[in-house]
């Protein structure tokens, strides 16, 4: 018996705010499904060249009061980035709280606007410690 990974599904409240943030880590839409019966709306988003693992983001057309304020029982999605530096200021520069800044030059966390964890990983080595990461206190939870 073989198993294959598919895909990991988020449910979001806010479309656009959520398209945003995954298009800020450098996701893309590379399909979508609509269901004017069902009234929602499956959005599959992957990294450049990783087509087979993506991300699919769904949305329901009527709201979803049924979102928990911390989503922390899903866990968290994880990226692997080639600067997290790089990729940390230009997610602050866009308004995205850092939770727990790349002190180490190998991790970091940021949440999306549904309050999913994302864990961003910098590929292979660590980078050396760098500021303003190096000082920057965690917040909130992550």
Known sequence: MSLKYLHVMVRVKDLEKSMAFYELLGLREIRRYESEQGR????????????????ELTYNWDGDDELPADSRHFGHLAYGVDDIYEMCQMLQDNGVSIN????????????????ISIELLQNGEALAPAEPWVSMDSTGHW
């Open 40 to 55: 929602f709306s499956l959005i599959y988003l992957a990294a450049p060249g990783q087509d087979e693992t993506p991300l």
């Open 100 to 115: 727990r800044p790349p002190r180490d030059g190998r991790m970091a966390f940021v949440r999306s606007p549904d309050n």
